[in-house]
């Protein structure tokens, strides 16, 4: 008679992983766009001889109709809409919907004189940004006792 337990399955110390690749490819296959609320617009910006320019990926829209660009408090936003149409024994694989972006504006950028235009797709909003932003300032810092005695 044998005082050892019976022997049990042979258990592994750690849960089985997931298959990663099969994660990945998911991950993947996802458009970098895809948010909860809509669709966000890809954009690419840069600063060049105090001008602002920002390039929106906006095919297949009106711009006239389907585009609103606006600014406020040092942001600007683009608001898109592109509308489905639907044909019979079709297969489309756009995305139609809301579409969205926001942008902090550099320093210095003059809201008031915005300039867009649309070609081939692409939306170009450009700005004048002042060559010296607001100078930095220094703030005085004033020592106190533990009693509220100001001290120099």
């Known amino acids: 008679m044998s005082i050892l337990s019976p022997r049990r399955p042979h258990q592994?110390?750690?849960?089985?992983?997931?298959?990663?690749?099969?994660?990945?490819?998911?991950?993947?296959?996802?458009?970098?766009?895809t948010s909860l609320e809509g669709h966000m617009i890809r954009v690419e910006e840069h600063l060049d001889k105090g001008r602002y320019t920002l390039r929106a990926e906006l095919p297949g829209v009106d711009p006239a109709k389907d585009v609103d660009i606006s600014v406020r408090d040092g942001q600007m936003t683009?608001?898109?809409?592109?509308?489905?149409?639907?044909?019979?024994?079709?297969?489309?694989?756009?995305?139609?919907?809301?579409?969205?972006?926001?942008?902090p504006l550099p320093p210095g950028a003059k809201e008031d004189d915005i300039d867009a235009t649309y070609t081939d797709g692409?939306?170009?909003?450009?700005?004048?940004?002042?060559?010296?932003?607001?100078?930095?300032?220094?703030v005085e810092i004033t020592k106190t006792t533990p009693t509220g005695e100001e001290t120099t």
């Open 78 to 103: 683009i608001k898109a809409e592109r509308t489905e149409q639907h044909k019979e024994g079709a297969r489309s694989e756009f995305h139609y919907g809301s579409f969205y972006r926001s942008m």
């Open 122 to 138: 692409i939306l170009t909003v450009t700005m004048p940004v002042t060559e010296s932003p607001t100078p930095e300032k220094h």
């Open 12 to 33: 592994a110390l750690l849960p089985s992983l997931p298959d990663w690749s099969d994660l990945m490819a998911r991950f993947e296959a996802m458009p970098p766009w």
